[in-house]
């Protein structure tokens, strides 16, 4: 297989084609890497003091091509979130990305039990049950200080939300409920047990897959 993709050499690659895309709304921009970790406290705040708009996009372009593999990647998984696409209508060549990571498996065993994954999980997301209030609190209790990250980029959820859940809560516990509760309300008929555990546990949000298993069994 394929090792892991180098977003940090694709963004390098793109970098005038993300600059001419991203300038529209650069507060947009680095709300949204600072509400996702891409961004840390002081890169945030020397961003923010830039006045010219290109400079702040060229700044978070900078700072992401200067950090990690990991970094990288999440940076373009959140330029293809929906709120980003639709407040950047340029943006829309980074949904052709392929930018996914695939590991090589350790021996065929785990090729083969990875493949039965692949090919029951479909079947297991279309027949899978709602998830529950009590489900979701349980999740809740499995997210830690990375809850606004996850939201964005695993639920799609918006920094406007976050921050609004953020005031109405005071407890960690309740705003990660909060914010799985109107991702379910947005979702509907496709808030499924089995499609949350499938968002969440991917490698990029860091959410601990054996302790969401719960969200498989058949209640």
């Not at 498996?105 to 090919?119: D, G, L, M, V």
Request: net charge positive.
């Amino acid at each position: 297989m394929d090792g892991p993709v180098d977003g940090i050499k694709l963004i390098r690659g793109l970098k005038t084609e993300l600059l001419e895309a991203l300038k529209g709304d650069p507060d947009f921009l680095v709300q949204h890497c600072h509400a996702s970790g891409i961004l840390n406290d002081n890169e945030y705040n020397n961003i923010k003091d830039t006045n010219m708009r290109s400079k702040q996009v060229r700044d978070v372009l900078d700072y992401v091509i200067h950090k990690d593999n990991k970094h990288a990647l999440k940076f373009l998984k959140v330029l293809k979130t929906r709120d980003m696409q639709e407040t950047f209508p340029k943006l829309d060549f980074v949904q052709k990305l392929q930018i996914n990571k695939r590991k090589t498996p350790k021996n065929a065993e785990t090729t083969a039990k990875r493949r039965q994954e692949i090919e029951n999980e479909p079947l297991r997301i279309i027949n899978s049950r709602m998830v529950s209030e009590k489900e979701m609190m349980m999740v809740a209790g499995c997210i830690g200080n990375s809850w606004r990250e996850v939201g964005i980029v695993a639920l799609g959820m918006n920094t406007t939300a976050l921050q609004q859940i953020e005031e109405d809560n005071s407890q960690h516990k309740m705003r990660v409920f909060a914010m799985l509760r109107k991702w379910s309300m947005r979702e509907r008929e496709q808030a499924t047990a089995a499609r949350l555990h499938s968002l969440l546990t991917q490698e990029e949000n860091g959410v601990d897959a054996l302790k969401l298993n719960f969200l498989l069994e058949n209640n």
